[in-house]
């Protein structure tokens, strides 16, 4: 096994310096595909931090009137309990909701200053199980007295999220063209790889080496391929989040940013994803050009 | 040891390779497979390491019929044929341990295997003392038998030699014939397609004649030509 081992790995070093330029470009375009695809992860994943920390989870805000009595109050929350689509209920008093006003606005303390909590509305912050399902709420809770407004939380956050989804399938759709061009790259390595060797492979075929035996070097030298594009854009998207986005934080601190625990969870798909795309176009360029 | 029961093979472009052979080699036998160019010895070959099938009949290797093995069965089917051609087929960037050695690297063998094993073939050819050449520092000759080298170091039960002579001068030829039979006696059934007629008349071994496909001779202690 040692030895297999031993010839496996002196074979897959030997191939892929002998095509220098062409395993450059295919790495090169994996690195491509795969920072670009792990952009498009990292950017929705930054979308929903946002989403999460603006609203809290909170879907749905019930403003109430400065004047609502007691019994209106306590019969709004009752109507809310009872639906099937509302997950939970909170109250959030004028002090509270300045308080998360103070938070939220604490780079800008002038505007702080001349708000007093007095000049916020009290609310019930609604949770829901199903998030589309604002408008069904609305329309249960339309006409009720000593509601001032009923707001759809989501709706402040719709133009964020508008550009964010045009990054993330823009910058998604190119990664995936470009994943297709890097397995076709791949791919024609693996022939090439195949076509210097063939004199080799034809005595091995000859003295009985089984077809995996034979496959395994080029399949190793796909994947290697593979996984060198994918650690490089691993590194890329730290090296981008650091460079660019970290400062960023100091600029903005009211929003959380990406921490580099927040961009781990991509790292493993990234490599995934370089590694089994690059074993499968050396596995289809091997079916096609390898007679075994 | 080898028995091609009613065989013919027909290529796509209608081309008929073998017409209707029906052939038995018995173990350790030495047989010289003659007849003009075209006339179907390399299908004959081919068919025998499996890297054809036959169009109709079956063929027997070692007792069992190898058009029912399997395709990932072939490489077995195929270490107990070692096989010899007119082009060595030698790899150029290996010296000449490492050409032999390469036969037994693929196959998964062990390196104390290797180590031991291929000296003692290649003292065996008479290459004792070439293990480190390469083989364009070889005579033609010499490649040779670094090829049969590799063919015989994993002990096959068949030797099967495509014109092993056929790029070599006659008194090389010789020399390559007398490790063939050296070959043979250890107990290898050997198989060798050939036209040189003074090798055949030489070793006065069963001939079996092909023409357009037919089997038109098979005599057991044969020349190249007709006559005795």
């Known amino acids: 096994m040692a030895r297999r081992f031993d010839y496996f790995l002196r074979e897959t070093v030997s191939g892929l310096r ?11 375009t994996v690195f491509i595909s795969l920072f670009l695809g792990g952009g498009a992860l990292l950017i929705n994943r930054q979308a929903n931090l946002m989403l999460e920390f603006t609203t ?4 749905v805000a019930v403003y109430l009137e400065d004047g609502i009595s007691l019994d209106q109050q306590n019969r709004i929350q009752g109507i809310l309990n009872r639906l099937p689509e509302v997950a939970s209920v909170d109250y959030e008093s004028k002090e509270e909701a300045y308080g998360r006003f103070k938070v939220l606005f604490a780079n800008q303390p002038d505007l702080v200053l001349n708000v007093s909590a007095d000049a916020l509305p009290a609310s019930f912050r609604v949770k829901l199980a199903d998030p589309e399902k604002f408008e069904s709420v609305r329309a249960v809770l339309q006409g009720e007295p000593g509601i001032e407004k009923i707001s759809d939380q989501r709706e402040l956050l719709r133009q964020f999220f508008a550009i964010a989804n045009v990054f993330k399938f823009g910058v998604g759709a190119v990664a995936i063209i470009m994943l297709v061009s890097a397995s076709g790259l791949i791919a024609n390595t693996v022939r090439m790889a195949l076509f210097a060797r063939r004199k080799e492979i034809g005595i091995m075929k000859l003295v009985g080496a089984t077809n995996w035996f034979i496959r395994v070097p080029f399949l190793i030298e796909g994947m290697v391929q593979g996984l060198i594009g994918a650690g490089a854009a691993v590194v890329g998207l730290f090296v981008i ?4 986005v970290d400062p960023l934080r100091n600029q903005i601190g009211f929003v959380p940013i990406l921490r580099n625990a927040d961009m781990m969870f991509a790292v493993p798909i990234l490599l995934g994803v370089g590694v089994l795309v690059a074993g499968v176009a050396s596995l289809i360029a091997m079916r096609r050009f390898l007679d075994v | 040891m080898i028995k091609v029961d009613h065989v013919t093979k027909v290529y796509k472009s209608s081309v008929v390779a073998l017409d209707d052979v029906e052939v038995e080699i ?4 030495f047989v010289f497979l003659v007849g003009p160019s075209g006339s179907g010895k390399s299908t004959f070959i081919r068919l025998l390491l499996k890297e054809e099938e036959p169009t109709r009949g079956a063929i027997y290797v070692a007792g069992k019929n190898i058009g029912n093995l399997s395709t990932w069965k072939v490489p077995y089917l195929r270490r107990n044929i070692g096989c010899v051609f007119q082009d060595f087929k030698l790899l150029a960037e290996r010296t000449v341990f490492q050409n032999v050695a390469f036969a037994l690297e693929v196959i998964g063998k062990a390196k104390q295997v290797i180590d031991q094993r291929v000296p003692e073939i290649l003292d065996l050819v008479g290459l004792g003392d070439k293990l480190n050449n390469f083989p ?13 080298a590799r063919a015989f170091v994993n002990r096959p039960l068949i030797l099967l030699a495509d014109e092993p002579t056929g790029n070599l001068d006659p008194s090389t030829s010789v020399d390559i014939m007398k490790l063939l039979d050296r070959i043979n006696r250890i107990g290898t059934t050997v198989l060798m397609a050939t036209h040189d007629n003074a090798i055949v008349d030489a070793m006065r071994r069963r001939v079996i004649e092909l023409e357009a496909g037919k089997v038109i001779r098979d005599q057991a202690r044969g020349v190249y030509g007709y006559g005795t």
């Open chain 1, 18 to 28: 002998r095509n220098g330029l062409v395993t450059f470009a295919a790495v090169s």
């Open chain 1, 56 to 59: 809290n989870k909170v879907e």
């Open chain 1, 241 to 244: 989040k650091l460079g660019f």
């Open chain 2, 26 to 29: 018995n173990k350790g036998e």
């Open chain 2, 136 to 148: 364009d520092e070889l005579s033609g000759g010499e490649q040779q038998r670094v090829s049969i």
